[in-house]
């Protein structure tokens, strides 16, 4: 079994099955900018895991969110964002109206 197959087992192993829509996120990343980057992170990504991949600050992700530019749902305290999000986040400024959904 490879890396990334590994990888989805131990997901499917702590979260259970969880269907991501693959063509979705390669919709939202025409260029291919990012995706491979994002291979390592999970789906649902922590504020701290948003800062580390765009080398901003935790207190910055978190503010995005409470303003509505970065889209995200909170858990308790805890603030998660899904990949798919991200990246309509990172393509905003092209225009690109039809992938907002996340």
């Not at 800062?51 to 308790?76: D, H, I, M």
């Amino acid at each position: 079994m490879g890396p990334k197959r590994e990888k989805e087992s131990e997901m499917n192993d702590i979260h259970g099955e969880i269907g991501i829509d693959v063509e979705r996120l390669r919709a939202a990343d025409p260029d291919g900018l990012y995706l491979f980057m994002l291979e390592d992170y999970p789906y649902m990504m922590t504020s701290a895991q948003v800062a580390e991949f765009t080398c901003a600050t935790s207190q910055e992700v978190r503010r995005l969110l409470a303003r509505g530019e970065l889209k995200g749902c909170r858990v308790g305290k805890k603030w998660l964002v899904p990949k798919l999000a991200l990246l309509n986040y990172l393509y905003k400024d092209e225009g690109r109206e039809g992938l907002q959904s996340a």
